[in-house]
Each structure stands twice: as C-alpha cells, then as structure tokens.
C-alpha cells in the first residue's frame, strides 16, 4: 500500500473514531453542566456524580417565591408521576435561588405540601446566592437575580432536561403543564 492510502486510511480511522466520541444525545441546546456538589432536602451531600449515565430534569426554585416557583413545583409532581407511570428512571434536580432561607427542612416541606416524593428528586441547597447565580449562567446560560424592590427572586422558569453525558439537551416552560407531556415524549424516544 502506498504512503498516500496509508494517510487517507489512518486520516478515515481518526475521523470515524473521533465522530463516535461525540455527544450521543442532542436537543436544542447543548451545554455541560458544571460539576457540584450541595445539601439536598434530607441534609446530606449530593454529587454530580450521583447523575452520571442518568437522564434528569433540572429547575431553580425558591419556598417563598409568590409567583411561578409554586406552579413549577406542582408541574414537576405532575412529571415525576408522568415518569413514575412510563416507569423511565429520570432524576429530578431542584435548586434553590435563595438558599439564605431554603433549609433542607423546609424544601423538604415545600415539596411533600405540592405530592412529592424523594425517590428521585433533590432538592438543593448549601451554598452561597452568588454560587447559585454562576451556576445557572455556566451550566444553564440562566439569569437568577434578587428582585431590589421586594424578598423576591428572579429566575429562570425553564425546566432542563440533562442528557446522561451532563449536558443541558432541552428547555421546557415550567410553568406550562402540557410540557410534561413533551418531557417524556422526548426521553422515550432518546432511550
């Protein structure tokens, strides 16, 4: 075999080799969520890690928000029986916007007030307003602010759902309850 073969057999190799390496899922975005590590609603550590190889759905909230995060919430029960029922293993992320006043205790609370369950959904605290407000512009290119006239926060109302590589794939309105429905329509085709 000539050199010229060999270099156009070595270059089609590293082509299709470096093409399998790719991302295996795909949306309308596509952005690696950072690395962390915070309480959830029982008080324990809660990894990252913990949500590798797993499809699952992510939102910021806060207990005493007095507009969209109640909506939010009852949504995100309405999802998780939706996930229950299709029996599809998805995690659910909450991430608290004002974890000053969200405890452990009374995110726990906010979620078992709303129907939830915690065999598949944390809900997250521990860290700084400042941690939170880089988080959701890193992992989820997510505004998250103090509101400068009231107790208030504004968030993102998106739901996310993070592909088993740890990328942010699709946004979904959180507010809406017919975009559960569209949740996991899309997980089941992407399994």
């Known amino acids: 075999m000539g050199i010229l073969k060999k270099i156009i057999v070595i270059l089609s190799i590293t082509i299709f080799l470096l093409s399998a390496c790719g991302n295996k899922y795909e949306g309308d975005i596509s952005i ?6 915070f ?3 029982n008080g324990e550590s809660f990894d990252s890690s913990e949500l590798e190889g797993k499809f699952w759905v ?7 928000c007095e ?3 109640p909506p939010m919430t009852s949504n995100l029960v309405r999802l998780q029986n939706k996930l229950d029922n299709e029996g599809l293993d ?3 992320v909450s991430f608290t916007v004002d974890p000053e006043n969200d405890t452990p205790e009374l995110l726990k609370q ?3 007030d709303r129907g939830g369950h915690f065999d598949n959904w944390n809900l997250l605290t521990g860290y700084e307003f400042d941690e939170i407000k880089e988080f959701a512009v890193k992992s989820f290119k997510a505004i998250v602010e103090k509101d400068p006239e009231s107790d208030q926060f504004i968030h993102v109302t998106r739901f996310y759902l993070v592909s088993p590589e740890g990328n942010a794939i699709m946004r979904y309105d959180g507010t809406q309850a017919a975009e559960m429905d569209d949740i996991v329509a899309d997980i089941k085709k992407m399994n």
């Open 67 to 69: 507009t969209v995060c």
């Open 58 to 64: 992510a939102d910021m909230i806060f207990t005493n």
């Open 90 to 92: 998805v995690e659910i």
């Open 32 to 37: 690696p969520v950072e690395p962390f590590t």
């Open 39 to 41: 309480t959830n609603q």
């Open 110 to 112: 906010y979620v078992e």
